[in-house]
């Protein structure tokens, strides 16, 4: 193996030493059909800034009640930066008004982008992924190499609060990152801001191995420290009856069921940490390792808050949108921007001794399956990429008892025209022409849908 000149522009702080781990994984006899190259585009003048994020990830845990003096200041910046937020916040006063500034929404990403992205900010580095989609419409996310490199810090800050510390070396691989789809992108890759580390992302569904039996053989040569993905994967593991003991599972993208949890935690003797993190604003909470139940605040640099649909801030353990100022993304920032995720805060001091704020979620992004005509599981993120092809502002999935398929959407404004007999077809090639599908066109009153519903019982 060879450091080429597509290999270096994916990954180009790699050197010579970190090729045989890459090897190793890449060229293992029962590696999975690689579909995909991957890096984390992390460059030299990136390392002093991942370095001062990690520190401060340590050093700077407070429990913050009122946005702090860094939030302020990263709003009026935005303020001046933003078009969006210009004449969003023009009229307002930050420091003194801030619990009643507007709220910033997901409509807004999606119907407003070319506005809220800063207009002076350098895109030579820019990074773009679409959300999944499976809790609300689906959104192009802009984002910089230094952002998602914070999340390195971020995972392992939250495996050691849960007593697991990986191995860091380019002999080691840190993490497998495992799903359970019709299709998705399969590769590997190495961190040399890990010491070269290696990371490998598959997928359960046989289609991507050459035999059902490379699976556990290809795991078991890498010795991960810790699985990564969300709970069908997880559970299509525990299916399968995997022998591999990893020291952690970290869940993230949906909700994770006492039920899973439990099961996971008694098969396989590892920490099982919830992960609450979005595309669009990176990760928010880490699961408290002595109440699972809750999440405590993770990164340092946002405010979480409470608040109602109108952005009127909610009292401590008072149920309403968890709502979110600051972050990294230097291409979306983020003011009093609305999930849509229903929580309560508590500011209480934790017996695990994290002093961060703790918060709970409602009823958010239950993991919803749907069924094929052959009684094949087909996961929501499969449906998502059919439909991030069409200019769909929102959509609703709902399955009935009779597992007939009914779609709703909502068309980005001003974009009526689509084919909807085509998005049908690409669905009946999905799910099998023995369900019955139906395309509707509306617009949905409500300010937060359920993109994906299935009347029988869910996983």
Request: net charge neutral.
């Amino acid at each position: 193996m060879q450091i080429t000149s597509d290999l270096k522009a994916r990954i180009p702080l790699i050197e010579e030493i970190h090729l045989p781990n890459l090897e190793k994984i890449q060229e293992n006899p029962h590696a999975p059909n690689w579909n995909y190259f991957c890096g984390d585009r992390i460059q030299k003048d990136d390392i002093p800034f991942l370095k001062d994020y990690e520190e401060s990830l340590h050093t700077q845990r407070v429990c913050l009640r009122e946005p702090s003096l860094k939030i302020i200041e990263y709003i009026e910046k935005i303020k001046k930066q933003s078009w969006f937020y210009e004449r969003k916040l023009k009229f307002f006063d930050i420091a003194e008004h801030f619990f009643s500034l507007p709220i910033t929404t997901r409509a807004d990403f999606a119907s407003k982008l070319s506005l809220i992205i800063p207009h002076q900010a350098d895109l030579s580095r820019l990074v773009v992924n679409p959300t999944s989609g499976t809790t609300g419409h689906s959104i192009v996310c802009p984002n910089h190499p230094q952002a998602i490199g914070c999340y390195n810090s971020l995972i392992l800050y939250s495996l050691k609060q849960h007593g697991v510390i990986p191995k860091l070396s380019r002999e080691e691989t840190l993490a497998i990152q495992m799903y359970n789809q019709k299709e998705t992108a399969v590769y590997c890759t190495v961190k040399p801001i890990l010491n070269g580390v290696g990371f490998a992302k598959i997928n359960l569904n046989p289609n991507s191995w050459n035999s059902c039996e490379d699976i556990e053989k290809f795991i078991l040569d890498l010795q991960p420290s810790f699985f990564s993905g969300n709970p069908i994967g997880f559970k299509a593991y525990l299916d399968g009856k995997y022998s591999y003991k990893p020291k952690a599972f970290l869940s993230t993208s949906m909700q994770l069921s006492f039920a899973l949890r439990t099961i996971l935690e008694n098969t396989y003797k590892a920490k099982v940490i919830d992960f609450y993190s979005l595309n669009d604003t990176g990760p928010l909470g880490y699961s408290c390792p002595k109440n699972p139940e809750y999440f405590h605040v993770l990164p340092h640099d946002v405010f979480l808050e409470i608040t109602d649909e109108e952005g009127n801030p909610k009292k401590e353990g008072e149920i309403g949108y968890i709502t979110v100022t600051g972050g990294r993304n230097p291409y979306l920032p983020l003011v009093r921007y609305q999930t849509g995720d229903l929580g309560r805060i508590t500011f209480t001091p934790c017996e695990c001794g994290e002093v961060t704020a703790r918060f709970q979620l409602f009823d958010v992004r239950k993991p919803t399956t749907f069924v094929a005509g052959n009684a094949e599981t087909i996961n929501p993120i499969d449906i998502g990429r059919i439909l991030r092809q069409y200019p769909i502002f929102r959509h609703r999935l709902t399955q009935k008892k009779n597992l007939e398929l009914i779609l709703e959407i909502e068309p980005m404004p001003s974009l009526q025209d689509m084919d909807l007999f085509q998005i049908q077809t690409k669905l009946e090639e999905l799910f099998g022409k023995q369900i019955p599908i139906q395309i509707q066109k509306t617009k949905f009153i409500e300010s937060k849908i359920l993109p994906y519903v299935n009347e029988n019982e869910n996983l």
